[in-house]
Each structure stands twice: as C-alpha cells, then as structure tokens.
C-alpha cells in the first residue's frame, strides 16, 4: 500500500463544484488502495480577500493577528473539502496545521517549519481515514497560530511527504504542469515534462509561482519528487527531481518578480565595514537582501545598491535612515517600481553567450537594465516594472521563438 499526499492550490478548491472535483480525484486515488493525506489552501481568492478586510480595521494590525484571521481560510476548505468526501461516502477527517502535528518558529507570517510531529496522522491512517490538513500553517511555541508566508501550502505538503515517507507527491494546480514560461502570460510557453530542484528552485525564486520556493528547497533537502498537475485535466504534469533529462534547449525558462524594490544608499565611505554594519542591521529584523550592487569607489565615497521584497521595503528604508549616521552614509534612496526578469537553466553552465543574448533581447526592445545578478545557472536584470512583461516575452521569443 502507498502513500499518496496531493495539494490543492486555492483554484482547485475554489466552488462547490471544483471541491467535489477535487473529492472525486482524492477519493479515487483512495480506491485504489493508497493512504492518502490531502493538503489545501484557501479558495480562490479568500487569503488575498481577508487581507483586504483586515486593512479595512487596521492597516497596521500585528502580524500574529494577521496569521490569526488569514488561517482561517484553510480551515473552511478543509472542512468544505471533508464534507464532500463524506457525501461520496469515504471515510475522512480534516485537520488545522497543529492537529497535523506542525510545530514552527514564532516569526508570525513567516514561519518555518520545525518539525511535524506525526502522531495524529499516523493514527487516522490506521483508522483507514483520509486525512485533509489545512495548509500555509502551524504553531509556535507560545501555541499561537502561525501561517508559512504566501504560497506556503506547497511546503506543509512537502512536509508531510518528507516525514510521513510518502512514496509520492503531488501538486494540483491551475495549469497542467511548470512551463518555460508563465502560461498565462506567454500563450506558447512549453509544459515541462522534467526539471531539477536546483532549476526550479531558481524559477519559483525568480517568480514563477507555480512552486512555492521553499517547498522545493525541502523536496531537494529530502530528495521528494514532486509531480506538478492539473487538477482539471489530471493529464501527465511535471516532475521536479534531482536530475532531469536535459531538453534541447539552453535555458528551461523564464521568470518575471515584481515583489521586488530597490535600495540604495548612497555617498558610503569607501572603507572596510560599513557593508557589513549596514545589512546586518537588515538581517538583524529578518529582512532578506537580494540583488547587491556596488559602485566603484570614487573622491573616498561608494554606493551600494540591493533589491528587498517590496513589503519589507519601507522598513528596511527606516532602520536604515535610523543608522545613516551610524554607516555614514549621505543618503538612502527607495524604488520600487521595478520588476525582476530573469533566464534559468542548468544548460547555460556549458554555453557562452547565453547572457549577451538575453541583453540583445533587451537592447532590440529599448528596455534599460538597472543591475545584473548571475549565478552558476541565472541570470537576472532589474528594470522598470512598466518594462517587465515586454522584456519577458523579448527574451522567450529570443531562446524559444520557432524553437530556436
Ligand atoms: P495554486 O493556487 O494552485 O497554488 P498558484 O496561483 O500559486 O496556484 O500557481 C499557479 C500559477 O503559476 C499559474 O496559474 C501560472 O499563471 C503561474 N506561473 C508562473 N510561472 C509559471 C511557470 N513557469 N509554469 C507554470 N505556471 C506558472
Ligand atoms: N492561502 C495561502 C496564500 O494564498 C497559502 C497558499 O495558497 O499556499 O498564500
Ligand atoms: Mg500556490
């Protein structure tokens, strides 16, 4: 007997018809022999809803009462979700993130998960009980509620598929699997049939929502394939594993982030230190720093650029107006009207070029680069967000146009 863990992104769940939907491939998978633990997230649009009514009360309301009211959404479609496996008359129990056994870290709307404690499920598993676990939470230590940041119930999946041993793990989606390019945006971006952890953990970095990044980081950690899928068409989607089959091509895709803003603290001395005074003042608050960029220095002074998520932009922008005297610098300076646009693919490893040709994309659609970030299998350019769907489908027509 196997044991099967599928998600539901919140359009799989999203009406009444689209939850039976989902009873009807759960209930099926349990047929045919499987134990099978379902993860779901909030229908439709309900997270991004509650977050708007919370704004309506308090913009500013803390962030433990924020993951106390966004929580809530998985909690109706898990129930909604179990009575519908109840009416199709299989045995079925539903569970909130701490009945499931997450324990997280206490950092509110942002947690990680510790550890699953997996007793509970275990059990309901004996009964011979499907089991519906509400995604994106969990609780800390004060046994408060916590919830794992946006898009984090394809990590409670994974999760439980790393410590439940599951033999597989699958990702119901809108779209029929991960594409070289947002479906939706780009009408002839290719489905994948493979990709790596190490490309697609680049992708969903760089934007491509389809995965939530962190999942991917732990399916890598704990070596879990995961099967990206439509839950409408249920057709063949994509796997992600360690090593994928190479496609004839030099990149696996394209990414566009406009969660992005821009940085820069200008007039630095140009002296050992101040670097690192400045983002571990950042780090200090949890605040990420991504694309770096520093200027040469010049009559003793420096600039130093970085991107942030654009929700910690402003308070990056205060703690570090709060320490311009501290870093002695002139000034700080805040954009964030800017998008990330960016190539993936491990083939770029082994071919020259592959950068010149994304900025010749660029160039012939007159979209100015802001700064460049490379890895080993990236490439990334800020630009003017206004830019950012035109630059995307400058450079797929680029690598992909007529298959080239
Ligand atoms: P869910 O609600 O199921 O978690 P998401 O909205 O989080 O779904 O992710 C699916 C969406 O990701 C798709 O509808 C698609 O628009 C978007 N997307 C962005 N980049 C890609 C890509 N490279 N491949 C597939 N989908 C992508
Ligand atoms: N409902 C949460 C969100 O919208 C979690 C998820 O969908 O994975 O971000
Ligand atoms: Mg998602």
């Known amino acids: 007997m196997s044991l099967i863990v599928q998600k539901f992104g919140g359009s799989s769940v999203a009406n009444a018809e689209r939850v039976f939907n989902v009873a009807k491939i759960v209930t099926d998978t349990y047929k045919k022999g499987n134990n099978v633990i379902v993860v779901v997230s909030a229908q439709g649009d309900t997270t991004d809803d509650l977050i708007e009514k919370a704004k309506e009360i308090n913009p500013d309301a803390s962030k ?20 519908a496996i109840e009416k199709l008359g ?3 129990v539903s569970l909130l993130g701490w009945q499931a056994g997450f324990a997280t870290s206490s950092v509110y709307s942002s947690a990680r998960i510790k550890k699953i404690d997996t007793n509970r499920m275990k059990k309901e598993l004996d009964k011979k009980n499907i089991i519906i676990v509400a995604g994106f939470q969990g609780i800390n230590k004060y046994d408060d509620v916590t919830t794992l940041g946006r898009g984090g119930s394809d990590t409670s999946a994974v999760a439980i598929a790393a410590s439940m041993h599951a033999d597989l793990c699958q ?21 994948l049939d493979e990709i790596s952890y190490d490309e697609m953990l680049e992708l969903a970095t760089l934007g491509a929502q389809v995965l939530n990044n962190r999942s991917v980081e732990m399916a890598k950690k704990y070596n879990i394939e995961l099967e990206v899928i439509s839950s409408l068409t249920c057709k063949p989607g994509t796997i992600v594993k360690e090593k994928a089959k190479m496609e004839n091509t030099l990149i696996s895709g394209v990414a566009k982030d406009t969660d992005v803003a821009r940085i820069s603290i200008t007039g630095v001395p140009d002296r050992p230190g101040l670097a690192f005074k400045m983002f571990s003042k950042l780090s200090a608050k949890d605040i990420n720093v991504d694309v770096i960029l520093q200027s040469i220095g010049r009559d003793g ?11 910690k932009g402003k308070e990056a922008v205060s703690i570090l107006e709060n320490y311009l005297s501290t870093i002695e610098a002139e000034g700080v300076l805040y954009d964030d009207k800017i998008a990330k646009v960016s190539i993936v693919g491990a083939g770029m490893e082994s071919h ?20 460049i970030a490379t890895s080993e299998i990236k490439v990334s350019v800020l630009i003017a ?13 680029k690598f992909f146009g007529n298959d080239k």
Request: charge should be negative; charged fraction near 25%; proline fraction near 3%.
């Open 64 to 83: 433990r009462e924020m993951d106390m009211l966004l929580s809530s959404g998985e909690q109706i479609s898990i129930a909604l979700l179990a009575m």
């Open 352 to 371: 020259a070029g592959v950068a010149s040709k994304m900025f010749e994309a660029l160039y012939d659609s007159q979209i100015n680069i802001h700064m």
């Open 171 to 191: 990702i119901y989606t809108d779209v029929e699997g991960v594409y070289t390019a947002d479906p939706r945006k780009i009408p002839s971006a290719k489905k």
């Open 385 to 397: 967000e206004e830019d950012a769907d035109k630059a995307v489908s400058a450079i797929y027509d």
């Open 301 to 311: 002074k420096k600039d130093i650029s970085f991107t942030v998520a654009r929700g």
């Open 90 to 92: 299989f045995p079925v």
